[in-house]
């Protein structure tokens, strides 16, 4: 590590003057710094330097920090502490903003965005670049160039001009006329004797350019109130007919502040709403049992084969309509429940050369789970889910319609918002139900827009739709987040309080770095750490250093978030979920109520076994707190074509009714049954068969049936034209009860046939960016870094060989390298060689030979602090240290 008292030169110097923790916080906080793993701090601070980097950086900071890197932004190059907080609280000083400074600049550090001590505070170039007013760029803080950069391109004399009209002497040099003349405008007893000077509508032209754009339009020959202006510098020219207000004379008529409005801490949650736990856990309860039975119908729906799969994919706008009829909910909800389905594994495209969308086999196992295990299993679909339904009926942007489960559709940030909102909802007392506008308030302060994106919130729209889905699925109840809601997010995983080691976070600000997907997605591949083998681990209980120089770890600054649980946290949360679910569920019913009007009431859920014989017996007429059941004589046949006879359904209703059978329903089946299969229908191509010719003759005298094109081949046979389910239907629209049959004469039974795709998978989340490392990869990564570091910057013996660039692999030649590793065998001195490993990834090390044969040498590598073996062939070079 470098020396704690010299002050960093470079933002490497300053990484490495970090301690293994303070390292571990920026890889997590920006993954995309480990992704590959740096062979040295030197390219970690060159990757973490550019333009990609560091807008992913900029983008995942709070209001604050951000509003702070651009007051840096418009500062000097490095500057002190205290004119940055001069630009954040202006003259009169602000208490709650100097409070809030030192985390927002130890979030800046630690995500190496600022660098350097307290009286030297050096943002990133690059961040300052992106921040900087410029013309092509204009500053969110409004401030135009410095005088420096306004008269860059101004003539001598004119400059000298100006310096004349503002009182002051003239100058020997451009260089010294602008410093003179950027001294008046720092001096605020000065800079305010000259504004009294001028007259009030001069002042009101700089009134309207204070707070930005500094840019403004005058003509070739400006009025006498702009004339003043730009002959005492005021408003300086940087093209032909436009003028800009120099910075130093914009923050002296704001007082100082970079800012109009600085927003120091977080906007508060407020509740709307507040009901009583007990009301907002029934409630949910209710809504989770209405998501499990919608889902469970949708599937039903398309047992035999759901809607076809357009050719780009995905549901046409019409199936979607068809669907949100079925389920009597509109379009966007439909497809809510449709995507979460497919989230869920238990819905995919059967691949066939008629694609078409049917449940899979997990559809199954799914239905034969208990309630509360099947509501967990869709919710845990849910939070990770980067598919976002909500977007359906948009456009992408090729201008094509975004359809349900088509492509386009998925969002990284989603489930980040999904966490993040849900935890805004739990850091609320129980009962309590935030009002909309304070959750997207405080969600735009945790990352606030920066240019396009200010046209296309997604954030905002994807909380909207996550308070309204997770409504849905009763996690929340009334607004308010629910018992088993809490413990699905690990609040009470275990009957336990608070989840170790994740804060609670009713006031707390944004988690940087990247967004985490709720633990979807596959990892991508271990770290790639230059060859080196296993690690061994440190002297910490963490397998990280801590260096001197470091008073504190950056990270203990960072504002408390709980963070998404692990897969094993979260199977926990959800049993724990499913146990407080549980008894809120109503327990499916076993009978119904028959009533006089051929009407059958469910007065709650039914059992499945139930449930399912009367939807082929009856019709759904109405649902909500009770389903009513209509019996006709078409669903009565229906019943009858799947096998059941006039007795079987007697019996069948006898048992399941809490009332008498009513005489009406008696009648319907068994005039139905006698009617049923008077009529045989086969194969001809079609033919009828009755025993009872005086009805094939009122068939055929029936002029409904001239499409069916009858022709008598005996007195008790029809023929048809028409395949045998067109004559069927054509035979019952007419009024008749005809039942197919088989080659061999016996009554076909008409039975659903349960259409199944093939195993599938779920669709795998796509994350927003790289996934945050886990501890065994950072501490690995780290080592890793560090070694080559090491191996990099130690002094090497000065030879006769051209000088290397920065991180060059030595070069010699085998015989050479063969004899300097067995001299250092002999000598006990140490070597520095570069090594290229099996997959190509090339590292420096610093080791101490032991032993040379074989074509492989054994040695104490000093970088990984251990001993390793390592094959000459691999070795690209060596050279001998220097002997301090």
Same mark, same amino acid.
């Given at each position: 590590?470098?020396?704690?008292?010299?002050?960093?030169?470079?933002?490497?110097?300053?990484?490495?003057?970090?301690?293994?923790?303070?390292?571990?916080?920026?890889?997590?906080?920006?993954?995309?710094?480990?992704?590959?793993?740096?062979?040295?701090?030197?390219?970690?601070?060159?990757?973490?330097?550019?333009?990609?980097?560091?807008?992913?950086?900029?983008?995942?900071?709070?209001?604050?920090?951000?509003?702070?890197?651009?007051?840096?932004?418009?500062?000097?190059?490095?500057?002190?502490?205290?004119?940055?907080?001069?630009?954040?609280?202006?003259?009169?000083?602000?208490?709650?903003?100097?409070?809030?400074?030192?985390?927002?600049?130890?979030?800046?550090?630690?995500?190496?965005?600022?660098?350097?001590?307290?009286?030297?505070?050096?943002?990133?170039?690059?961040?300052?670049?992106?921040?900087?007013?410029?013309?092509?760029?204009?500053?969110?803080?409004?401030?135009?160039?410095?005088?420096?950069?306004?008269?860059?391109?101004?003539?001598?004399?004119?400059?000298?001009?100006?310096?004349?009209?503002?009182?002051?002497?003239?100058?020997?040099?451009?260089?010294?006329?602008?410093?003179?003349?950027?001294?008046?405008?720092?001096?605020?007893?000065?800079?305010?004797?000259?504004?009294?000077?001028?007259?009030?509508?001069?002042?009101?032209?700089?009134?309207?350019?204070?707070?930005?754009?500094?840019?403004?339009?005058?003509?070739?020959?400006?009025?006498?109130?702009?004339?003043?202006?730009?002959?005492?510098?005021?408003?300086?020219?940087?093209?032909?007919?436009?003028?800009?207000?120099?910075?130093?004379?914009?923050?002296?008529?704001?007082?100082?502040?970079?800012?109009?409005?600085?927003?120091?801490?977080?906007?508060?949650?407020?509740?709307?709403?507040?009901?009583?736990?007990?009301?907002?856990?029934?409630?949910?309860?209710?809504?989770?049992?209405?998501?499990?039975?919608?889902?469970?119908?949708?599937?039903?729906?398309?047992?035999?084969?759901?809607?076809?799969?357009?050719?780009?994919?995905?549901?046409?706008?019409?199936?979607?309509?068809?669907?949100?009829?079925?389920?009597?909910?509109?379009?966007?909800?439909?497809?809510?429940?449709?995507?979460?389905?497919?989230?869920?594994?238990?819905?995919?495209?059967?691949?066939?050369?008629?694609?078409?969308?049917?449940?899979?086999?997990?559809?199954?196992?799914?239905?034969?789970?208990?309630?509360?295990?099947?509501?967990?299993?869709?919710?845990?679909?849910?939070?990770?889910?980067?598919?976002?339904?909500?977007?359906?009926?948009?456009?992408?942007?090729?201008?094509?319609?975004?359809?349900?489960?088509?492509?386009?559709?998925?969002?990284?940030?989603?489930?980040?918002?999904?966490?993040?909102?849900?935890?805004?909802?739990?850091?609320?007392?129980?009962?309590?139900?935030?009002?909309?506008?304070?959750?997207?308030?405080?969600?735009?302060?945790?990352?606030?827009?920066?240019?396009?994106?200010?046209?296309?919130?997604?954030?905002?729209?994807?909380?909207?739709?996550?308070?309204?889905?997770?409504?849905?699925?009763?996690?929340?109840?009334?607004?308010?987040?629910?018992?088993?809601?809490?413990?699905?997010?690990?609040?009470?995983?275990?009957?336990?309080?608070?989840?170790?080691?994740?804060?609670?976070?009713?006031?707390?600000?944004?988690?940087?770095?990247?967004?985490?997907?709720?633990?979807?997605?596959?990892?991508?591949?271990?770290?790639?750490?230059?060859?080196?083998?296993?690690?061994?681990?440190?002297?910490?209980?963490?397998?990280?250093?801590?260096?001197?120089?470091?008073?504190?770890?950056?990270?203990?600054?960072?504002?408390?978030? @709980?963070?998404? /649980?692990?897969?094993?946290?979260? %199977?926990?949360?959800?049993? +724990? &979920?499913?146990?407080?679910? $549980?008894? *809120? =569920?109503?327990?499916?019913?076993?009978?119904?109520?028959?009533?006089?009007?051929?009407?059958?009431?469910?007065?709650?859920?039914?059992?499945?076994?139930?449930?399912?014989?009367?939807?082929?017996?009856?019709?759904?007429?109405?649902?909500?707190?009770?389903?009513?059941?209509?019996?006709?004589?078409?669903?009565?046949?229906?019943?009858?074509?799947?096998?059941?006879?006039?007795?079987?359904?007697?019996?069948?209703?006898?048992?399941?009714?809490?009332?008498?059978?009513?005489?009406?329903?008696?009648?319907?089946?068994?005039?139905?049954?006698?009617?049923?299969?008077?009529?045989?229908?086969?194969?001809?191509?079609?033919?009828?068969?009755?025993?009872?010719?005086?009805?094939?003759?009122?068939?055929?005298?029936?002029?409904? @049936?001239?499409? /069916?094109?009858?022709?008598?081949? %005996?007195?008790?046979?029809? +023929? &048809?034209?028409?395949?045998? $389910?067109? *004559? =069927?239907?054509?035979?019952?629209?007419?009024?008749?009860?005809?039942?197919?049959?088989?080659?061999?004469?016996?009554?076909?039974?008409?039975?659903?046939?349960?259409?199944?795709?093939?195993?599938?998978?779920?669709?795998?989340?796509?994350?927003?960016?790289?996934?945050?490392?886990?501890?065994?990869?950072?501490?690995?990564?780290?080592?890793?870094?560090?070694?080559?570091?090491?191996?990099?910057?130690?002094?090497?013996?000065?030879?006769?060989?051209?000088?290397?660039?920065?991180?060059?692999?030595?070069?010699?030649?085998?015989?050479?390298?063969?004899?300097?590793?067995?001299?250092?065998?002999?000598?006990?001195?140490?070597?520095?060689?570069?090594?290229?490993?099996?997959?190509?990834?090339?590292?420096?090390?610093?080791? @101490?030979?032991?032993?040379?044969?074989?074509?492989?040498?054994?040695?104490?590598?000093?970088?990984?602090?251990?001993?390793?073996?390592?094959?000459?062939?691999?070795?690209?070079?060596?050279?001998?240290?220097?002997?301090?």
């Amino acid at each position: 590590m470098s020396n704690p008292a010299v002050p960093p030169r470079s933002l490497a110097e300053a990484l490495r003057s970090r301690d293994d923790v303070s390292l571990a916080a920026l890889l997590r906080a920006r993954p995309d710094l480990i992704t590959p793993v740096p062979t040295d701090l030197t390219q970690l601070a060159t990757r973490a330097g550019t333009r990609a980097s560091v807008v992913r950086a900029l983008e995942r900071l709070d209001r604050f920090a951000l509003q702070t890197a651009e007051a840096l932004a418009v500062a000097a190059d490095p500057a002190p502490l205290e004119e940055l907080r001069a630009l954040l609280t202006g003259d009169g000083g602000d208490p709650a903003v100097s409070a809030a400074l030192p985390r927002a600049l130890a979030t800046l550090r630690e995500q190496a965005l600022v660098w350097g001590d307290d009286d030297r505070l050096r943002l990133v170039r690059t961040a300052r670049e992106l921040l900087a007013p410029s013309p092509q760029h204009p500053s969110p803080t409004g401030l135009g160039p410095t005088v420096q950069e306004a008269t860059a391109g101004m003539s001598p004399n004119r400059i000298q001009d100006i310096v004349t009209a503002a009182g002051l002497g003239s100058t020997h040099d451009a260089v010294s006329a602008v410093a003179s003349l950027t001294a008046l405008f720092t001096d605020r007893k000065r800079m305010s004797a000259l504004l009294d000077g001028l007259p009030e509508e001069s002042r009101e032209v700089l009134a309207r350019l204070v707070w930005g754009p500094p840019y403004g339009q005058v003509t070739a020959d400006p009025a006498a109130r702009l004339r003043r202006l730009l002959d005492l510098g005021l408003l300086v020219p940087t093209a032909p007919g436009t003028v800009v207000l120099p910075r130093e004379v914009a923050l002296h008529l704001r007082g100082g502040r970079a800012h109009r409005e600085v927003e120091p801490v977080a906007p508060v949650v407020e509740p709307a709403a507040t009901h009583r736990p007990q009301v907002v856990d029934a409630t949910a309860a209710g809504q989770a049992y209405t998501a499990l039975a919608t889902v469970e119908e949708l599937l039903k729906d398309w047992d035999e084969g759901g809607p076809a799969v357009l050719r780009a994919g995905g549901l046409s706008v019409r199936d979607l309509k068809r669907t949100a009829v079925a389920l009597d909910v509109a379009e966007p909800v439909a497809a809510f429940w449709v995507e979460l389905a497919y989230a869920a594994g238990l819905l995919a495209s059967d691949g066939e050369a008629d694609e078409r969308y049917a449940a899979t086999p997990a559809y199954d196992e799914w239905l034969e789970q208990p309630a509360a295990q099947r509501w967990t299993r869709l919710v845990e679909a849910w939070l990770p889910a980067t598919r976002v339904s909500g977007l359906v009926g948009g456009r992408d942007a090729k201008d094509r319609t975004l359809s349900t489960l088509g492509p386009g559709l998925d969002r990284g940030a989603a489930p980040e918002v999904r966490h993040r909102v849900l935890t805004l909802l739990e850091g609320l007392p129980e009962g309590a139900a935030p009002s909309r506008e304070s959750v997207l308030a405080r969600l735009r302060w945790e990352r606030p827009l920066r240019g396009p994106q200010r046209e296309d919130d997604l954030r905002s729209r994807l909380a909207e739709w996550t308070l309204a889905e997770s409504e849905l699925l009763g996690v929340t109840g009334r607004g308010a987040l629910s018992g088993h809601g809490r413990a699905l997010l690990g609040a009470r995983a275990g009957g336990s309080g608070p989840r170790s080691g994740a804060a609670r976070t009713g006031g707390s600000g944004p988690r940087s770095g990247a967004a985490r997907t709720g633990g979807s997605g596959p990892r991508s591949g271990a770290a790639r750490t230059g060859g080196s083998g296993p690690t061994s681990p440190s002297g910490t209980p963490d397998g990280m250093r801590h260096g001197p120089g470091d008073k504190l770890p950056v990270h203990h600054h960072r504002l408390p978030v @709980a963070e998404p /649980l692990s897969p094993a946290e979260q %199977a926990t949360a959800s049993a +724990a &979920a499913a146990r407080l679910l $549980a008894p *809120l =569920l109503p327990e499916p019913l076993d009978h119904v109520l028959l009533q006089a009007d051929l009407t059958a009431v469910a007065p709650g859920p039914l059992q499945r076994s139930l449930a399912e014989v009367l939807d082929v017996l009856a019709d759904v007429e109405s649902k909500g707190g009770a389903t009513v059941y209509r019996f006709t004589p078409a669903s009565v046949r229906r019943a009858l074509d799947a096998g059941q006879s006039a007795s079987d359904l007697h019996a069948f209703l006898a048992a399941h009714a809490r009332t008498p059978v009513p005489q009406p329903l008696t009648y319907l089946i068994d005039d139905v049954a006698r009617r049923h299969g008077h009529l045989r229908v086969g194969a001809a191509s079609a033919y009828v068969r009755c025993d009872d010719d005086a009805l094939l003759n009122e068939i055929l005298a029936d002029k409904r @049936a001239a499409g /069916l094109r009858l022709r008598r081949l %005996a007195p008790t046979v029809l +023929a &048809a034209q028409a395949d045998p $389910a067109s *004559l =069927l239907e054509g035979l019952r629209a007419m009024g008749f009860a005809p039942a197919a049959e088989s080659a061999e004469g016996d009554v076909l039974i008409t039975r659903a046939h349960a259409h199944r795709t093939p195993p599938r998978t779920a669709p795998e989340p796509v994350p927003d960016g790289p996934p945050v490392p886990d501890a065994t990869l950072l501490s690995a990564a780290i080592r890793a870094v560090r070694a080559g570091d090491l191996a990099s910057t130690t002094p090497r013996k000065q030879t006769d060989a051209p000088p290397r660039a920065t991180g060059e692999l030595p070069r010699t030649g085998s015989a050479e390298t063969l004899a300097t590793m067995q001299a250092a065998v002999l000598t006990g001195e140490a070597l520095w060689i570069g090594y290229v490993n099996a997959e190509g990834a090339a590292s420096q090390r610093v080791i @101490a030979p032991i032993r040379v044969e074989g074509g492989f040498v054994t040695a104490y590598d000093h970088t990984a602090d251990e001993v390793r073996t390592y094959p000459l062939h691999r070795v690209t070079g060596v050279a001998e240290l220097a002997e301090e």
